[in-house]
């Protein structure tokens, strides 16, 4: 099965934690505490029609405090999650700086621009972040951690674009292997 490696990047508070809660364990929680330095979770994308794919998830902090250290969880990443809050102006507006410093990193890593918490009232336009999307190249799903809206649509599309790019960086490939010890919250 290959692996692929995930990052979650965007400011503190837009709501990475509580995408990755959403996405392992259906659940979501109020009042979430903020995330120090970064987090490893497991994923499995399954569907009947594609292979199997497993995602080694880091769920980095959006603190600045951090920012020294964020190059390390974006090397060898396939994808990069980039989540800003449309109801926080300021979150969108930092969105170029994250997808530049990733793509300072790896440069052919897939990005996709969250904008997450749409069940609140928005302060950005879909307009503009559709805009910045196109212009930055990548694709933009909007999306709820608490209601779990746009969230299948990504496991769909991510799942696609993996399966059908195989030349990406592959962190391990196990044939037929018992897998090795991983620490860290695996969601098996
Ligand atoms: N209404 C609403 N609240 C959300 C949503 N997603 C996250 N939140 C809330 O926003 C707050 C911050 O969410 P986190 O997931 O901790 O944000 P984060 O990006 O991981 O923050 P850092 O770890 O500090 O970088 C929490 O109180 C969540 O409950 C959403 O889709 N809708
Ligand atoms: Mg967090």
């Known amino acids: 099965m290959k692996t692929h490696k995930l990052v979650l990047i965007g400011n503190a508070y837009s709501g990475k934690s509580s995408i990755v809660m959403r996405l392992v364990k259906n659940r979501f929680v109020e009042y979430l505490e903020s995330t120090i330095g970064a987090a490893f979770f497991c994923y499995h994308l399954r569907d009947d029609n594609l292979e199997e794919v497993k995602l080694e998830i880091w769920d ?19 994808v990069a999650l980039t989540v800003f809050d449309i109801s926080n102006k ?19 890593c897939i990005i996709y621009l969250l904008a997450n918490k749409c069940d609140l009232q928005p302060q950005v336009s879909k307009e503009d972040y559709e ?8 694709e933009c799903i909007t999306c709820s951690a608490k209601t779990g809206e746009g969230l299948s649509e990504l496991v769909q ?10 030349h990406l960086q592959i962190v391990r490939e196990v044939i037929s292997q018992p897998e090795p010890e991983v620490k860290g919250y695996c969601c098996r």
């Open 60 to 78: 980095t902090s959006g603190s600045e405090k951090y920012n020294s250290i964020m190059p390390l969880y974006y090397r060898k990443a396939s």
């Open 131 to 138: 805009q910045l999307a196109y212009d930055e190249q990548i």
């Open 90 to 108: 300021q979150s969108f507006k930092d969105v170029k700086k994250w997808i530049e410093n990733v793509r300072a990193v790896e440069p052919d």
């Open 157 to 166: 599309k991510m799942h696609l674009k993996l399966t059908e790019k195989p």
